[in-house]
């Protein structure tokens, strides 16, 4: 029987995400239906992440669970998509247990995927090609979400941070012209959706013609969606020109995203980060002196090959002194093919662990204290659901704080925005009333 039904499980980031609503589409119009039962599936895809060894492994954890459902279903077939496909490439066949993986496809082969699934009945098949040009154009992705939207306004990265697998996993940068990000705004402001964000690697990076980054923002403000986010920002491109739009354009939410890495010069620079410490605290001075109440999130790495006690030092001194309002924090993972993982001087695991506790430990204690600072105050919350228990509301600020939340009013529900009094917060989320 020729397979009809596909499920997708996705692993990573929202470029993933993205990408996994953009392949939902291409399988439908190939004359695939998406299902979201597995148990009803012909094929089950697994959109793969490969930033991080633990990400990987997860994949092949996942997939000795999956693999008993083929007792009952032999003709079951199994695809790895996205980075880490395009990493390993052919070498995924043999690595599961009786070459259950039939198609391998890394993240700018998609629109071969249906023509891969009627191949891999029979074959294996792989398609890593990487491509100069692929961004998806044309393919109208089939959302999670009738309120959030995810769009690609570029794609790929040309920065080669040391220890980073996504230049050679999602090639080159590649950005999406103007017109049709905008036009795509607009389209999705007519469906009623309430928050946009414009997703890059290197979001500052955006080029199209002489128009670039805060130049797209700007004019992405004036479709009117309700909020604009936008991720990632990266510290050696970014300019006061974003910080203008962001403080002049009310539907543009103040949170950046700036990841730091480190907080030593001398780590930044074997990161090849291109930027020094010194530079990263002048663009926070500046964005929180020209955006009011504006959050500044940021990544940090613990353990990077050569990182001395007195490294980790600056780092969290860096933590303690600029007080981010949210970090994602990382162990070095050593990545094969990276320049990073050629370098001396590799960390011990338990020391990689010792240090990202210390600096989670620092880094509740500093969104705790800010996070107390709005007790009292009203917030808008965009509201994405029922709270875990049902009693109430959750949601994120325009500045990207989880609040969870009890309304009696009927007419508060997924995709409005709500007014908030902040009562209380557990550290991380806040908690409150609608008023
Ligand atoms: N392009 C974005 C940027 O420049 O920050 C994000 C890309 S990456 C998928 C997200 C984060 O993963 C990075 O900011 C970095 O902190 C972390 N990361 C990347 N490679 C890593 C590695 N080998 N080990 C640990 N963390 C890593
Ligand atoms: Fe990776 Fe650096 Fe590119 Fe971000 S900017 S995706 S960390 S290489």
Known sequence: MKPSSVYIETYGCQMNKLDSENVTAILASGGYTVVGDLH??????????????????????????????????????????????????????????????????????YRRLPDMIRLASSDYVVDTELSNEETYRGIEPVRHDDHSAWIDVMRGCDNYCSYCVVPYTRGRERSIPLGEIIAELERLKEHGYREVTLLGQNVNSYRDGDVDFAELLDCAADTGIGWIRFLTSHPKDIDSKIFDVMARRANVCNHLHLPLQSGSDRILNTMNRRYTVDQYRAIVEQARTLVHGINISTDIIFGFPGENDEDFRATINFMEDIRFDFTFMYRYSEREGTKASLLPGKVPGEVRIERLKQAIELQNTIMRGKNKEHIGSTLVVLVKGPSKDSTGWYGFTETNIPVVFIADDSSVGKGSFVSVRIENTTGATLIGKAV
């Open 40 to 109: 009803e599936a012909d094929v089950i895809l697994l959109n793969t992440c490969a930033v991080r060894d633990n990400a990987e492994q997860r994949i092949h954890g996942r997939i000795g669970e999956l693999s008993s459902l083929r007792r009952g279903k032999p003709e079951l077939l199994f695809g790895i998509i996205g980075c880490m496909a395009q990493r390993l490439g052919e070498q995924l066949i043999p690595r599961f247990n009786r070459g259950i993986i039939r198609i391998v496809a890394g993240p700018d082969s």
